[in-house]
Nanobody, 123 residues
Framework: VQLVESGGGLVQPGGSLNLSCTASEFSLDYYGIAWFRQAAGQVREGIGCISSSHYNIIYGDAVKGRFSISRDNVKNIIYLQMNSLQPEDTAVYFC?????????????????WGQGTQVTVSS
């Protein structure tokens, strides 16, 4: 089981990025996938989650209205579209697999994690 994030990088304030989480050795058809982020010196923060039935929810008040999650089960990829990025969005972004097709907010309930991708928002 492997999750690999990509699409991070340096972006100016107000810009956009679309992160990808590519799954291998298992099918996304049966699992909920969440995105988390962790800024330097901060605790890990849940961003949102998308279930196997494509129901998605954004948890973080700081990103509501700017971030969205989608999935392509054919390509086995989960996306995190991030718009209107601000310096406070700078963090390492992770995707994680939930134990079944639903979602949860507690990071302890996720069984597999990617290695993370760095997002830096700076002028």
């Amino acid at each position: 089981v492997q999750l690999v994030e990509s699409g991070g990088g340096l972006v100016q304030p107000g810009g956009s990025l679309n992160l990808s989480c590519t799954a291998s050795e298992f099918s996304l058809d049966y699992y909920g996938i969440a995105w988390f982020r962790q800024a330097a010196g901060q605790v890990r923060e849940g961003i949102g989650c998308i279930s196997s039935s494509h129901y998605n929810i954004i948890y973080g008040d700081a990103v509501k209205g700017r971030f969205s999650i989608s999935r392509d089960n054919v390509k086995n990829i989960i996306y995190l579209q991030m718009n209107s990025l601000q310096p406070e969005d700078t963090a390492v972004y992770f995707c994680a697999r939930y134990r079944d097709g639903t979602c949860a907010r507690d990071s302890e309930e996720f069984d597999y994690w990617g290695q993370g991708t760095q997002v830096t928002v700076s002028s």
